[in-house]
C-alpha cells in the first residue's frame, strides 16, 4: 500500500486552525479508503475522521462538525482540516489507510509515523 507521510502538524493557539497532509507514495492516495486517528499520552487510540473510496466520510463523536476530511487527487493526498481547536485535541495523529476504511483501527493495516498536534490554551 506504500509509504504514509503526514504532514501540517504544529502548535496553534486554541480556537485555531490547522490544516494536516496525509501523502501516500507507491500508489494513489485515492486506491484506498483514509482515516484519521490520534492518540494523547497515556491515553489510547481514538477515531478522528475517515473518507472511503465513494467518498463517503465520517466523524469521531468529539469532532461536532470542526473537522473536514477531504481528498486532493491532484496532490494525491488525504487533507483533515481541523477548525476551532481545543487543548483537548492534543496528540499524535496519524492517517491509515485500508481496502475497508471505517471506523475502527483494526481495519487498517497501513499507518503513517505521525504528526503532533498542541493546542495551547
Known amino acids: 500500500q506504500g509509504l504514509l507521510v503526514e504532514s501540517g502538524g504544529g502548535l496553534v493557539q486554541a480556537g485555531g486552525s490547522l490544516r494536516l497532509s496525509c501523502a501516500a507514495s507507491?500508489?494513489?492516495?485515492?486506491?484506498?479508503?483514509i482515516g484519521w486517528f490520534r492518540q494523547a499520552p497515556g491515553k489510547e487510540r481514538e477515531f478522528v475522521a475517515a473518507i472511503n473510496l465513494s467518498g463517503d466520510t465520517y466523524y469521531g463523536d468529539f469532532v461536532e462538525g470542526r473537522f473536514i476530511v477531504s481528498r486532493d487527487n491532484a496532490k494525491n493526498t488525504v487533507d483533515l482540516q481541523m477548525n476551532s481547536l481545543e487543548p483537548e485535541d492534543t496528540a499524535v495523529y496519524h492517517c491509515?489507510?485500508?481496502?475497508?476504511?471505517?471506523?475502527?483501527?483494526?481495519?487498517?493495516?497501513?499507518w503513517g509515523q505521525g504528526t503532533q498536534v498542541t493546542v495551547s490554551s
Open positions: 507507491g500508489r494513489t492516495a485515492s486506491s484506498y479508503a
Open positions: 491509515a489507510a485500508s481496502w475497508m476504511g471505517g471506523t475502527r483501527d483494526t481495519s487498517y493495516n497501513s
